[in-house]
């Protein structure tokens, strides 16, 4: 067992957390209270290649491994989950589910101008009635020959509306139900396609979640990913991948809280000596490194599997079950070790509180994290 990272990893590290601290820092507390999507620093990061991190070069991306992916995935969370979320939803869900399963003519067309930043991708699986539940798809994707007629709503959707490329889960055959669901690769200005208004969320404010509307969309059939019926196991898959996206947004939502804590407990002072001088305080902090530790080995052991074509199913979902539980836990004690500070907005880590409770719900709730691990183990 090796626990050292190659040049080329932490190069990739390094350059992350340059630009987290450079171009994200600047700006990310107006961003969070005035809802804006960071479109400008995206656009950096597109032209950097953290938008195609994983994808081969021949379809434009950067060609790294997934242990990468988690250290960059850390670094630019420490500081802005809203921009991380972009780089996790366009590499994990939609550029590895349409380089895994797409046809040639799909990669030549959407996943090279999603690799290079050019363009960025969503992938729309939740549903008003169909969330945790992915199987009850209601949006329907009528077969009329040469197209599929798509009507239905998704909703929680990332990227919602600055997004170019949506992969939509949709039921063809209710018979057959999640024998019968499709992927289909939707394009914004399709006729029928609108975007409802931003969600006004608790955390990741700066992400644009939207409701996405479909009313008789003609969608090529040559836009459908894989043979018919895959759409759900297509969906399944891709969110294996998607979950050690999440989970390292999460342990750097996590480690970024501990770091700010850390420095103010050494600079703040009470009762005649630091707050680091309390073994009260020393003990939050012992925790802390602690726990972000552990969740850090198993988004890493999560990545390696991936890497080395193993099946990480179960070890994407340990990684993002604690680590979720490790960032809501870090961010509430960084706030405590703040004091009244911590309740204000320019010291970070009452944002990043906000921000972590989202990594225990999407991409699979912890509740359902435990179904999959329970059933791995089971097995």
Not at 54 to 71: C, E, K, R
Not at 344 to 367: C, F, N, P
Request: aromatic content about 8%; overall charge negative.
């Amino acid at each position: 067992m090796y626990f050292e990272f190659s040049e080329e990893q932490l190069m990739i590290r390094d350059a992350a957390r340059d630009f987290a601290n450079t171009e994200l820092k600047p700006g990310v507390i107006e961003r969070d209270e005035h809802q804006k999507f960071p479109a400008e620093q995206v656009k950096k990061l597109g032209e950097l290649g953290f938008l195609g991190m994983m994808v081969d070069p021949f379809y434009n991306g950067a060609g790294l491994d997934t242990v990468s992916y988690v250290l960059a995935m850390e670094e630019l969370s420490k500081i802005d989950a809203s921009a991380s979320v972009v780089v996790s939803v366009n590499n994990s869900l939609v550029c590895f589910g349409l380089e895994q399963y797409g046809s040639e003519e799909q990669k030549q067309k959407y996943l090279k101008p999603l690799a290079a930043g050019e363009k960025i991708g969503a992938f729309c699986l939740s549903e008003p009635e169909a969330g945790s539940d992915a199987t009850s798809q209601q949006t329907s994707a009528i077969d009329m020959g040469d197209h599929y007629l798509l009507n239905g709503t998704k909703n929680w959707i990332t990227n919602g509306s600055s997004a170019s490329t949506y992969l939509v889960i949709a039921q063809t055959n209710p018979a057959k139900r999640h024998q019968g669901i499709n992927a289909l690769i939707v394009e914004k200005g399709m006729p029928g396609f609108t975007i409802g208004p931003k969600e006004n969320k608790l955390g990741i404010r700066g992400s644009d979640t939207h409701s996405l509307m479909f009313t008789d969309v003609k969608v090529p059939k040559e836009n459908r990913i894989g043979e018919d019926g895959f759409g759900f196991k297509f969906a399944m898959k891709t969110l294996e991948g998607g979950r050690i996206g999440i989970a390292s947004q999460a342990l750097g939502i996590a480690s970024g809280a501990y770091e700010l804590a850390l420095n103010y407990s050494q600079q703040r002072k009470a009762f005649g000596k630091s707050l680091s001088g309390h073994q009260a305080i020393q003990f939050k902090l012992a925790d802390m490194a602690t726990e972000i530790e552990a969740a850090r080995m198993l988004c890493l052991k999560a990545a390696w599997l991936k890497d080395q074509g193993l099946p990480y199913a179960q070890a994407s979902s340990m990684a993002k079950l604690y680590a979720s539980q490790v960032a809501m836990k870090v961010t509430v004690e960084a706030v405590q070790i703040h004091g009244g500070y911590g309740f204000v907005k320019e010291y970070h880590v009452e944002r990043l509180m906000r921000d972590a409770k989202i990594t225990q719900i999407y991409e699979g709730t912890s509740e359902i994290q435990r179904i999959i691990i329970s059933r791995e183990v089971l097995k």
